[in-house]
């Protein structure tokens, strides 16, 4: 047994440590978390300081018992958890759970180099109960908000599934932003304004194009300009030359490392801070949660021998850059390589990627300004007052453009052309002069990365919350993130072209949105129960104001308990408030005009299976209401009249098959189509509204096996057909009793026999290595992979394995210990 033990919380970070601290050391994992509040209690002392009760976690005890074993038997323990106060919070729980002594080592690095941990080593210090505690008054303040708001919202929301309905303190301030923002969306009314360009033509086949700084507000105004240009002549009338320089953004924190990595490379939130964890894991990046901006002189130097030897001495500028949040935690670090000479970090593809750009953004960082050269050309029309302004933009030195770029935000790149030579007094030939209407637009809706970066500017969370947040308002169903079809419009241009004036109609596509987050149904009316009657808890400033609690508290300032206690008086004593109270929030009716076929009330509403339509109303004597489902994505609030009555279309009849009609709905497993009184699914991309003949057609084809016999379908396999559906989990290929899924995406109507074959044998394959071991004596009893990680499967129970545990050395006898047999 070697000397020291080294606990980290992760494998992937033990083997990369073991590898650089030689045969003295051993390192082994935690895998997290080890010890937390209960499950199914609320775990806090009120009554006695708010004292949590932390249990430890039941995956975890026999990492536990393992981990106490090598402690015994080693003459140091080193506890080299993550640099922030979570990572401190796991170093304590160990300490706590191991029963080791407060003068445990505890040392902290911002990378996983060789050099990095020789200096930790050197330099150990003790637990910081400061950083502790800050960890633990946000974990057991969130645990007081969930655990005692949940249960009001199940009692006092009576529409939908109000059993799965919860409550989180930066959850719901980031559901009331979206809810805010969708809000906004809907009451902007569209103005439009005419905007005026010019194109003219120079010598040599070169153009310049100019515009007008403002925009007209009527058609009228543009018109009436356009008339005044007839006859008119164009010259420069002055031109301007400034130099200007841009200078390269800052290195990556957590929440620019995610808003970046959403814009240039569409990954999720989540799926960023998975790939940065295993590039920092790997040794190949510093720390992923950070909110500082600063370089260690070290790293500064090293990126200066990396830009010299590059790209040359006049390339570099050493830059010093200070963190925007006054919250920014401790003395860590901005997001940077270990090795800026090291240009491949993983043959991953998305490690590859994310690397790329956090290399080139570090890198960019200690580059010089970029020297340009504006050019702004003002010209003259001689028939008014009015100036038209043509601008250009060249670069004279690319500095650190020749790395890297920021991107933004729902804008494109501002980006000019070089202006053609041009001279004072230089007379234009005008080519046509334009007057376009252009429609004002309401703010986006939030993408992931717009709204990290709305909540990290209004104080809102820290580096560790933002990827949970959203993963957990979108998990509750709260906020979708979907993409949103266009709609076409008509929009008006005036043209002169030699004199000549003639007005045109084009049209264009508006409103379309990608990856966006919306609210739903759900999310709304949770968000204006609690609005109403919690305000502190969705109050943009007051949870910010907790936020530089916890800081306080992490820097000794403030006791966690008093903090927790000044919010938590007012809080328990409004649950109660609202608890007595009669206050039901139950189905609230949108009017939304009258059926003009039926002369009945529209109205929208939230019912037990989800947000409908209903015409009529149910009054003892008259016919009963009609009712419709909303489509995915319409929102009870501000669903229209005309789209309300949209979805009584259905069912509809498309056509003829065999002399009887088909009939196309929509069930519970998405759109299908009724035939001679049996139901064969569309597929799920087909719209039930527009659906045609033909795909109903091939639905009941497919269905019935027709297209096999007549030799263009999926045809027989093995003796046996291949028959298609969809059922609760999808569309899927049935071929001897078995069922097959289609990959996602994939369309029922245009499978092939190929693809078939290829689905099906993908499957068998799946299953043939899925086995790890079987028990002859005990056929019941497997130990299986699955998506999720090995388990063992005994009868029709999964019994998840610990994840320190080797699945191939499990006996009969330990699958049944742990299945409490």
Not at 205 to 215: S, T
């Amino acid at each position: 047994m070697s000397k020291n033990l080294v606990i980290v919380e992760s494998p992937a970070k033990a083997k990369t440590i073991e590898g650089y601290l030689g045969k003295d050391f051993t390192v082994k994992s935690s895998f997290g978390h080890v010890r937390d509040l209960p499950d199914k209690d609320l775990g806090v002392d009120v009554k006695n300081g708010f004292q949590p009760l932390y249990e430890v976690s039941p995956d975890k005890t026999k990492v536990i018992n393992e981990l106490k074993k090598l402690a015994k038997s080693s003459e140091e323990v080193w506890l080299a958890t993550d640099d922030d106060r979570e990572g401190e919070a796991i170093s304590w729980h160990l300490k706590e759970a191991l029963g080791l002594s407060d003068g445990t080592k505890r040392i902290v690095f911002r990378e996983i180099t060789k050099t990095a941990l020789q200096k930790a080593i050197q330099s150990p210090r003790s637990i910081d109960m400061d950083l502790v505690n800050a960890q633990q008054a946000r974990r057991i303040l969130d645990r007081l908000v969930g655990y005692e708001l949940s249960p009001v919202l199940w009692r006092k929301i009576k529409i939908g599934n109000n059993s799965a309905l919860s409550a989180g303190r930066v959850q719901s301030v980031a559901v009331r932003l979206i809810v805010e923002r969708e809000r906004e969306v809907d009451a902007h009314e569209s103005k439009s304004t005419y905007k005026v360009t010019a194109r003219f033509d120079l010598a040599g086949g070169k153009v310049l194009e100019a515009e007008l700084p403002k925009n007209f507000e009527t058609e009228a105004q543009a018109r009436a300009f356009l008339e005044k240009c007839k006859g008119a002549t164009f010259s420069i009338r002055n031109l301007e030359v400034k130099p200007a320089k841009k200078s390269p953004a800052p290195p990556f924190t957590t929440s620019t490392l995610q808003q970046e990595a959403s814009r240039k490379l569409s990954f999720s939130v989540a799926q960023t801070m998975t790939v940065a964890q295993k590039l920092y894991e790997a040794g190949k990046i510093s720390y992923m949660r950070t909110d500082s901006t600063n370089l260690s002189e070290e790293a500064l130097q090293k990126a200066k021998d990396q830009i010299t030897t590059e790209y040359g001495d006049k390339y570099h500028q050493q830059r010093v850059f200070k963190t925007k949040s006054e919250s920014a935690q401790e003395a860590h670090e901005a997001i940077r390589p270990t090795n800026f000479g090291e240009l491949k970090a993983s043959s991953d593809r998305n490690e590859q990627r994310l690397y790329e750009l956090i290399w080139k953004r570090a890198i960019a960082s200690q580059m010089s300004d970029a020297q340009l050269e504006r050019t702004i050309a003002t010209i003259g029309i001689s028939t008014t007052a009015e100036e038209l302004v043509a601008q250009g933009e060249v670069i004279k030195f690319d500095g650190f453009l020749k790395v890297y770029l920021e991107s933004k935000d729902d804008e494109e790149e501002d980006t000019k052309g070089m202006l053609p030579p041009l001279n004072i007094g230089q007379v234009l030939a005008l080519n046509i002069l334009k007057a376009t209407e252009k429609f004002s637009r309401p703010k986006p809706r939030y993408t992931e990365a717009s709204l990290v970066k709305q909540l990290e500017e209004m104080g809102i969370g820290r580096p560790s919350t933002y990827a949970p947040t959203l993963s957990t308002i979108i998990r509750r169903e709260y906020v979708v993130k979907q993409d949103k079809k266009g709609q076409e419009r008509e929009y008006n241009e005036l043209s002169l072209r030699n004199d000549q004036l003639t007005e045109t109609k084009g049209k264009e596509t508006f409103g379309a949105e990608k990856s966006k987050l919306f609210p739903t149904n759900t999310g709304m009316v949770v968000n204006d129960f609690l609005v109403d009657l919690f305000p502190d808890v969705v109050d943009f400033s007051f949870t910010a104001n907790v936020e530089k609690e916890f800081d306080e508290i992490a820097e000794g300032k403030l006791s966690w308990q008093q903090m927790i206690d000044g919010f938590y008086q007012g809080f328990h004593q409004k649950i109660g408030d609202v608890e007595g109270s009669n206050i039901v929030k139950k189905n609230t009716v949108h009017d939304l005009g009258i059926d003009p076929k039926s002369g009945k009330p529209v109205s929208a509403r939230i019912g037990k299976f989800g947000p409908y339509v209903q015409i009529g109303e149910n009054i003892e004597g008259e016919p009963k209401p009609q009712y419709a489902n909303l489509k995915k994505g319409q929102l009870v609030e501000t669903i229209s009249l005309e789209e309300a009555l949209e979805l009584f279309a259905l069912p509809r009849e498309v056509g003829f098959f065999e002399d009887k009609p088909m009939i196309v709905g929509v069930g519970k497993y998405g759109p299908y189509v009724k035939h001679d009184d049996k139901f064969y699914s569309l597929d799920r991309n087909d719209d039930p509204y527009t659906v045609g003949e033909e795909a109903c057609v091939l639905a009941i084809k497919l269905k019935r096996g027709d297209l096999a016999n007549e030799g263009e379908g999926l045809g027989e396999l093995e003796g046996k057909p291949m028959t298609t559906g969809t059922g609760r989990y999808g569309p899927f290929i049935k071929h001897d009793d078995k069922y097959y899924s289609l990959p996602k995406g994939a369309s029922l109507q245009r499978l092939t026999r190929e693809e078939a074959l290829e689905i099906i044998q993908k499957k068998r394959e799946a299953e043939s290595n899925k086995v790890i071991k079987e028990f002859p004596e005990n056929t019941t009893v497997k130990v299986l992979r699955g998506p999720y990680g090995p388990y063992i499967a005994v009868g029709k129970r999964n019994i998840k394995i610990p994840k320190d545990t080797d699945p191939a050395s499990l006996t009969l006898e330990d699958c049944l210990k742990l299945a409490g047999s």
